[in-house]
Structures are given as C-alpha cells and as structure tokens.
C-alpha cells in the first residue's frame, strides 16, 4: 500500500508553501526537500549535520521545522550557512 505523504508532489506543494509564507526562510533560500526514512526533509546545505534541517509528516510540516530551526538558528547566532560561515562571523 502507497501513503499519501510517499506520493505528494513535493515542488507543487513547496511551490504552495513559498506563496503562503513569502519572508519565511524557506522561501528566501529554497532547501532541498526529500523523503527518507518515512519522513520529510527539507534541507539547505551539504548534510544534516552540517546544513540546517526541518522534518516532518509532510512537506508542510518539514517546510516550517526549516523556517523555526533556520530562525532559531539566526537568533542564538549559530547559524551556519552552506559556504561555511558563521551568521556570528559577519
């Protein structure tokens, strides 16, 4: 059986998304989105370790953990971008 999350259509519904939620992070840099391990990514950077990451049940979801890990990177200045610098470093 194929769940409806295994068949979304991830760039129609980010598509979706940047248009609700045009200043949000995930808009201004566009993460990659992907499904692993039964769950939504959307990541910008070069892995999970080292980019920043959202997860979720679906792309929504995965969209906006982005949006409050990338913030809440930025306000406790430990930001780090996919280039290797540091927000705390400009």
């Known amino acids: 059986m194929v769940h409806k999350r295994e068949t979304e259509e991830p760039a ?7 248009t609700a939620h045009p200043r949000s992070p995930s808009a201004a840099h566009r993460p990659r989105v992907f499904f692993q391990n039964n769950v939504w990514v959307a990541l910008l950077g070069r892995s999970i370790e080292e980019g920043i990451a959202g997860f979720g049940s679906t792309v929504e979801a ?3 953990a982005f949006d409050a890990q990338y ?4 306000r406790s ?3 780090r971008h996919s280039a290797g610098w540091r ?3 400009l």
């Open 77 to 79: 200045g430990t930001l």
């Open 62 to 64: 995965a969209l906006a």
């Open 71 to 74: 913030e809440g990177d930025l």
């Open 12 to 18: 129609e519904t980010r598509e979706k998304y940047y």
């Open 87 to 89: 927000s705390d470093s």
